[in-house]
């Protein structure tokens, strides 16, 4: 095919209405705020599968602590009357996304299955990505990590250990979706059944909080869950189109 | 008070400006090593530190990723502007009292501009790769991304850079002539080069007047369109305080505020330290600047107070809080001191008597300066600090190495500007002597070839 028809074919492919939106899958997650007891049993899940550095004390209290996916905490009320709530947060891979608009390197990006990926090889590191984000779930690599001996033996082999300079962020543990899409594709199915992929935090939390699948499969648990009267999404205000829903606590008289 | 000097002839200006370019006195040496000294300390020595550690040191942190070395950044490109944008306006205006001026006004441009990209370097995670962000034809078939602010941002400070560059050289080359003709050795042979055949005919002064203007105009809406990209990093987010349609005119008129105030203060460190310049840079400059700043002050004052309305006419509860953040949070001293120094101090300028005064000018507009940095600063901070979600509040304060890189920004500055000052003749002649009685007794003829 000449250049010429090449870029025409590419013209039209991207001229076509609705293009942005067509993902082959369409991964999302709900978070169930009435079951989520805030025990991080995700944050460290995160953290043990995705190579997340532990950044010690000193840069921890600088503010420069990596969390792909943290429990906010919210006060509410005063002493007597006060309650504890909490929210947790990760990148919410809007379809909309602000990220992405800005990278001059295009380093991060939309792909055909409705996640906001961040390619750590290709990020030069301006940061305007995380001002960017309203949700500021990105993490920038301030220096270099390492892994004391032999802690190095548990990094995870599928995922990058990223290195400084490079901004990170939750993939929706990509590495594990790829893996399910290419299972799929070997056993001759065409399509990721619901639940065969799971990211390490919906998989380790207790509560079964999270819920996580494809939200073009109307029979998918995620389907159903997004059609919950208490599902709302976090600054919708803002028209992100967030891929991640909350299901809003149910709060006892009282 | 100086006393209004003798009017100086044809003869004087080439004499002194030459000279400025010839004869170097132990002064200069001792300037420029103390300047390259402080530059290789205090730029790139931290700077290679943080290469080699990493941004980590640097101040920043999460949620504020973006510190001094952008507010840096905008505060050179701001610099920038008013040199070459003063010099064009002025000279399509046909303003005469430009003319003494402008040469290092235009220096000052392109200098800026220059530390200004390297605080882009400066200022990446990863700056070894900043070739990915230029748009040319490469293995991996990638693009970069021509929706963000920030390519926008490199492509027009290519253009202003490129642009500048350009009119700064063509307004040089009948000066180069001249100094091709009075030097010998190495000098003589740099200046042919740079002054490209120049023999001062009819046909070439009007080829350049013409190319002249033609650049001029050019410039204008490149200057304009430079800041007003760089206001796009910021109010094309979502950032509340930062989401504002005000901020690309808010950038263009502080940039020229502070260039302005800028080229105050390197008129006057010529004046003083170059020998014979104090008969063309005079009162009648600082005059004039004086009245541009007042002006300006004014503008950037309204702006201001229209971005508090906005802030607080949106009704947002994020709004309010980035408004009260900024005027009674942790860096409100920074922002009432950026106010006294840029709305309140310039007000002076109403007295012409002030205006005239050497020394009171100098520390104006060094204040308006300091302001000027501090607004940056506080644009970078104060927003980011205070953002949506309150977990991710957090301060920002400046660490060590970043300070010093500060520092040694501007003695990389000076030691660009000391260069500069030895191989252009920093006052125009040929432009300066239009302003000048023609003498009686001998016609200027512009001497042909070089006397080798």
Redesign the interface.
Known sequence: MSILERFIEGWKKYRKPGYYDEFDYHWAMTIDLDQCTGCEACVTACQAENNLPIVGEKAFAEGREVKWIRIERYWEGEYPDIKLRFIPMLCQHCDAAPCETVCPVSATYHNQDGLNTQIYNRCIGTRSCAVYCPYEVRYFNFNDHHWDSPLEQQLNPDVTVREKGVMEKCTFCIQRIRQAKDDAKDDGRRRVRDGEVQPACVQTCPTQALVFGDRKDPESQVSKSLNNPRAYRVLEELNTDPSVVYLKKVDAKG | MEPETNDPQYADIHRDVVRSIVETGPKYYAALATAIGVTLLCFFFPWFYQLY?????AG???????GTYLASFIFWIGLSHSGTLLSCVLHLSNSAWRKAMYRSAEAMTLFSLMVAATFVLV?????W??H??LPYPNQME????F?????FD?MAIGTYLTGSSIFIYMGSIPDFAAVRDRTTGWRNTMYTLLSLGWRGTDTEWHRLHWAYTFLAVLIIPLAVSVHSIVSW?FA????PALHQTIFAPYFVVGAIFSGTAGIVTVMFVLRKYMEGFDQYITKVHFDNLGKLLLVLSLIWTYINVLELFTGWYSGTSTEYEALNYKLFGYYAPLYWEMILFCAVAPLLCISKRFRTSFVPMLILSIAVNIGMYTERFLIVGTS?SR??????W?VYVPSLVELSIILGSFALFVTLFLVFVKIFPSISMYEVKETMVIPAAEPVVPKEGSPT
């Open positions: 550690y990493g941004l980590g040191a920043v942190n999460h949620p504020q990723v973006w200022h990446l995670g990863r700056p790769f900043i990915w962000a990638m693009w970069p991304n929706r963000s602010p920030l390519l490199v990093d094309l987010s979502i950032v980011l953002q949506y979600l309150p977990d991710a957090g």
